[in-house]
C-alpha cells in the first residue's frame, strides 16, 4: 500500500455511508444565510440530523470556498484546552512550535476563503464561543458553521434550528404522504435492513402512524427501522405505544420531544439481548472509534459477558444501529452516535460499574503505550502509529480519567511519557507538554516516569524554541535520578542537559557530555538511546565544525537503524544531519552524498506526513539546486519549504547561522538570476504545491540535472517574458499540451493555462503555432 495515498486528513469531509433524505428547504436557506453570516449555528435536539444536515451543506459549498472546507469533529473531546488542538490537527497544522494553537489556526486562516465546520459543541459551548472569537476577526474570509443543541451565543451568530421531519397528521394529507422526508427516509432504510420491504397502501398509514409517533426524529426513526428484522409493522407500534403509556401516566398526552428519542432508544434497549445491553453501557466508556479487540478487552468479564460472546453482541448493536460500523483502510472499527452513548453511560452508572469500565479503558490503551514505547524505533513504528492515531481520542479520554480526582495519577504519568515517540512522530508536542505537566502536577513521587517525563518535557521545549524552565526541570531530573539509583534516567538526563545548552549557542562542554552519555547507554545496552543520541550529538558536533565525527555518530544512528528498514522517524533526522555535515565539507563527492541522504530522507518524512521534517529536506535540496544554476528550481523548491515552515508555525525555521547562510546564499542567486518578479512567481508556485507535489518535485532528479539553466535575458520577441514564461514557450515549441507542461514542471493545468495567456497577450499572437515559430532547433528563443 502506498503510505502517503493511503493517509487521511481528520478534518476532511466525511462522505455519505448512507442515502441522505430531504432537507431540502433547510439547505436552501443555510446556503442563504452562510452566504451572508460569517458565524452560522444549527441547533436541535439530539438526533435531529444536525451533522447530516451541516455535512451535506458543507459538500455542497465547496466552490464558494476555494481554500478548503474543513470538519472538526468534537463529540470526543472533552477537555476545552484542547480545542484550538483538535481544530489544527483538522487543518492538518502540526504542533511544532510553542506558540498557543489558537495563534497558529488563525495565522494559518489568516488570508483563506475557508469554511470550518464545528460539530457537536454543546458540550463545549464557552470553549467554541471563544474560538470562534479569536478566528473571525483574525480571517476575515472565514466563514464558520456550528452544530449544537445550544446557540454559542456570539456576536454575529445566525442561529438556525434543524426540526424534526415534517410527517402529515392524517388522512387529509394522505396525498403528501408520499413525498413526506419522514416516511421516504423510513423507507430507505427499511428498504436496505429487509429484503424485500416496500411502503405501498396497504402499509402506508402504518408507517406514517410509527413516524409520526416518533416526532419525524430521524436518529428513533433510524432506531426503530432496524427492529423491522424481527418485528412487524403492528408489532412495533404496539410495542411503542406501551412505552410511551408508561412514560405518560397512561394519559393520550404529547411527549417532549427529547423523551420522544429518549424513549426510542430505551424501546431499543428493551429489545436487545442481556449481552447486548451489557456491552452497549461498557462502550460508553469510548470516545470515538474502537477496535472489536478493544471491546472484547474492555467490556468482558467472565461472569456477564464472556470474550467469546463480545463479538456476537457487537453485531447484535449493529443490526439494531445502535453501533455504526466504519471501514478504514486499517480494517473495520465501530463507533456510537453521542445520543446513544449518553444512554449507555446512564445504564453504566446505574450499575455502578463505570468506575471498574474505566479502569479496564485505560488499562488496555496503557498497555498500547507501553508496547509502542517498547517498539517505536522498530519496524513495527508505523503500524503501531497508525493503531494510535486512530485511537487518539481514546487516548484522551484514558489521559483525562487519570488526571480526574478519582482517577490514578501516577498511571497518567506513565501513559503521557510512554506515549512520547507519538507526540514525535505525529507532531503534537504541544499536546505532549500539557500531558506531561498534567501528570506531572497529579504524581509528585520519585520514579523513573518522572525523571522521564521531566527530561522530555524539557527536550520538546527546546525543539519548540522555547526558552523557560528547562534548567529547573533537568536539575530535578538528574536529583531524582541519582536518589533513586536511575541509571538510565542519568544517562538521558546528561544527554538532554547537553542538548539545552548547544540549543542556545553554549557549545562548551557539549561533545564531553554527548561522549560520557553514549558510554553510559552503551553499558545498559538502551539501543533506543543510542540510536537517537546518534543524531542529535552529531548534529551538535556538525555545527561546532567537527563535521567528520557529526557524520560519523549519525553513520553509527544509521547502522543501527539497518536492522530495522521500516522506521522511518529516526532514520529520517539521521539522514538529514548527516546531509547537513556532507553538504557542508564543500566537496564535490559530499555533496552528491548529500544530496542522496536528502532524497531517501524526504521520503521517509512524506510517510510519516512531517511537515517540519519535510521543509528541511527542501531546503538542502534548493542548495543542490542553486549549485547547478536551476535557479526556478531553487525558487519552487524555498517557496514549498516555507508554506510547510508557516504551516508548522516554525518562527525559528532560520535560527542556526550557518543553515540561515545556506538559504540566504541560494536565494540570493536566484534572485539575480530571475529577477526578483521572476523569483517572486516561482517561489508563490512552489508555495501552492500540496506536501505530496511538493515531494514529487524534489524527487525528480533526472528532470532537474536534465533541466537547462536559466538563460541570460536577451532582446527579442520573448524579452517581455518572464523566467518562467520562457520555459513553458520552450515546451510549447515542442508540442506539449498544457497538461503535459503542467506534469513536467510539476504545476497545475490552471497555472500552465495562465502562463499560456500570458505568453500570447505579451508576444501579441494569436494562435500557439505563433509560439512555436519563435523558437529555433532545439528549442531555443531567438533572439
Not at 470526543?76 to 483538522?90: C, I, M, S
Not at 534572485?671 to 511538493?694: C, I, K, M, N, V
Amino acid at each position: 500500500m502506498n503510505e502517503r495515498a493511503s493517509r487521511r486528513t481528520s478534518g476532511e469531509l466525511p462522505a455519505d455511508a448512507t442515502h441522505f433524505i430531504g432537507r431540502r428547504r433547510e439547505l436552501a436557506r443555510l446556503a442563504d444565510v452562510l452566504g451572508r453570516a460569517r458565524l452560522v449555528t444549527l441547533t436541535g435536539p439530539g438526533g435531529v440530523g444536525k451533522t447530516r444536515t451541516a455535512v451535506r451543506a458543507a459538500h455542497r459549498a465547496r466552490r464558494d470556498f476555494p481554500e478548503g472546507v474543513y470538519m472538526v469533529h468534537l463529540s470526543a473531546l472533552t477537555d476545552p484546552a484542547l480545542l484550538a488542538n483538535t481544530v489544527a490537527a483538522a487543518l492538518d497544522l502540526p504542533e511544532q512550535a510553542a506558540r498557543p494553537a489558537i495563534e497558529i489556526v488563525a495565522d494559518h486562516l489568516e488570508d483563506k476563503a475557508a469554511l470550518l465546520v464545528l460539530d457537536t459543541c454543546e458540550h463545549l459551548v464557552d470553549a467554541c464561543a471563544m474560538l470562534c472569537d479569536a478566528l473571525l476577526p483574525a480571517a476575515p474570509k472565514l466563514r464558520i458553521l456550528t452544530t449544537s443543541r445550544q446557540p454559542l451565543d456570539v456576536v454575529g451568530e445566525h442561529v438556525l434550528p434543524v426540526p424534526p421531519m415534517e410527517v402529515p397528521d392524517g388522512p387529509q394529507d394522505a396525498g403528501a404522504a408520499a413525498t413526506c422526508d419522514a416516511l421516504l427516509l423510513f423507507e430507505d432504510r427499511a428498504e436496505a435492513a429487509v429484503a424485500g420491504f416496500t411502503v405501498n397502501d396497504d402499509n402506508r398509514a402504518e408507517v406514517l402512524s410509527l413516524c409520526r409517533r416518533l416526532d419525524g426524529i430521524p436518529l428513533a426513526i433510524e432506531l426503530a427501522v432496524s427492529r423491522l428484522r424481527v418485528l412487524s409493522l403492528e408489532e412495533m407500534l404496539g410495542r411503542l405505544d406501551d412505552r410511551f403509556r408508561i412514560l405518560t401516566g397512561g394519559r393520550r398526552t404529547s411527549v417532549p420531544r427529547h423523551q420522544t428519542l429518549r424513549t426510542a432508544i430505551a424501546w431499543s434497549h428493551d429489545l436487545s439481548t442481556q449481552a447486548e445491553r451489557v456491552l452497549w453501557a461498557r462502550l460508553s466508556v469510548f470516545a470515538g472509534e474502537l477496535s472489536l479487540a478493544a471491546a472484547e478487552e474492555v467490556c468482558s468479564d467472565d461472569r456477564t459477558l464472556p470474550p467469546e460472546d463480545v463479538l456476537d453482541a457487537l453485531i447484535g448493536l449493529v443490526e439494531k444501529s445502535v453501533v455504526l460500523r466504519v471501514e478504514t483502510p486499517d480494517g473495520t472499527r465501530y463507533r456510537m452516535l453521542d445520543t446513544i452513548r449518553e444512554f449507555g453511560l446512564d445504564q453504566l452508572v446505574g450499575t455502578g460499574e463505570e468506575d471498574r469500565t474505566r479502569a479496564r479503558h485505560l488499562a488496555y490503551f496503557l498497555g498500547m503505550a507501553r508496547d509502542f514505547d517498547a517498539r517505536w524505533t522498530s519496524d513495527a513504528q508505523l503500524p503501531l502509529l497508525r493503531a494510535l492515531v486512530h485511537d487518539q481520542a481514546n487516548l484522551r479520554a484514558a489521559l483525562e480519567y487519570c488526571a480526574s480526582p478519582q482517577g490514578p495519577a501516577c498511571d497518567g504519568l506513565e501513559l503521557a511519557t510512554a506515549l512520547s515517540g507519538f507526540w514525535h512522530c505525529t507532531g503534537l508536542l504541544t499536546e505532549g507538554r500539557y500531558w506531561l505537566r498534567r501528570a506531572l502536577d497529579g504524581c509528585p513521587g520519585d520514579s523513573p516516569t518522572r525523571v522521564k517525563a521531566l527530561w522530555l518535557k524539557s527536550w520538546y521545549m527546546d525543539l519548540q524554541g522555547e526558552r523557560g524552565n528547562n534548567e529547573v526541570l533537568l536539575t530535578e531530573a538528574e536529583e531524582t535520578a541519582a536518589r533513586i539509583g536511575d541509571q538510565r534516567g542519568q544517562a538521558w538526563t546528561l544527554a538532554f542537559q547537553a542538548h539545552r545548552r548547544y540549543f542556545a549557542g553554549r557549545f562548551e562542554g557539549c561533545a564531553d557530555d554527548f561522549d560520557e552519555a553514549r558510554s553510559r547507554m552503551s553499558g545498559l545496552g538502551d539501543e533506543q538511546g543510542l540510536l537517537m543520541l546518534g543524531f542529535y550529538a552529531g548534529f551538535m558536533l556538525i555545527l561546532s565544525g567537527d563535521l567528520d565525527k557529526g557524520i560519523a555518530w549519525c553513520d553509527d544512528s544509521l547502522s543501527r537503524n539497518a536492522e530495522h528498514p521500516r522506521e522511518q522517524w529516526a532514520r529520517s533526522w539521521a539522514l538529514w544531519v548527516k546531509s547537513v555535515g556532507l553538504w557542508l565539507r564543500g566537496d564535490k563527492e559530499g555533496r552528491d552524498a548529500s544530496v542522496e541522504c536528502a532524497r531517501e530522507g524526504i521520503r521517509c518524512k512524506a510517510v510519516l506526513h512531517d511537515m517540519m521534517g519535510l521543509a528541511h529536506f527542501l531546503e538542502g535540496l534548493a542548495w543542490y539546486a542553486a549549485s547547478l544554476r536551476h535557479f526556478e528550481r531553487v525558487a519552487v523548491l524555498q517557496g514549498a519549504a516555507d508554506a510547510l515552515w508557516r504551516r508548522a508555525a516554525k518562527e525559528a525555521r532560520f535560527a542556526i547561522p550557518v543553515l540561515h547562510d545556506l538559504h540566504a546564499a541560494a536565494a540570493r542567486e536566484a534572485r539575480e538570476a530571475l529577477g526578483a518578479a521572476g523569483y517572486h512567481e516561482s517561489f508563490t508556485e512552489g508555495g501552492r504545491l500540496s506536501p505530496d507535489a511538493a515531494v514529487d518535485a524534489a524527487l525528480q532528479q533526472s528532470t532537474a540535472e536534465a533541466a537547462p539553466a536559466v538563460p541570460a535575458q536577451r532582446p527579442g520577441p520573448a524579452e517581455g517574458l518572464t523566467p518562467r514564461e520562457r520555459q513553458v514557450a520552450a515546451l510549447v515549441s515542442e508540442g506539449l499540451t498544457n497538461k503535459e507542461i503542467a506534469a513536467k514542471l510539476v504545476v497545475s493545468k490552471r497555472t500552465v493555462d495562465s502562463h499560456v495567456e500570458h505568453i500570447l497577450t505579451k508576444l501579441g499572437f494569436g494562435s500557439r503555432s505563433q509560439i512555436a515559430a519563435m523558437h529555433g532547433p532545439g528549442g531555443a528563443v531567438r533572439g
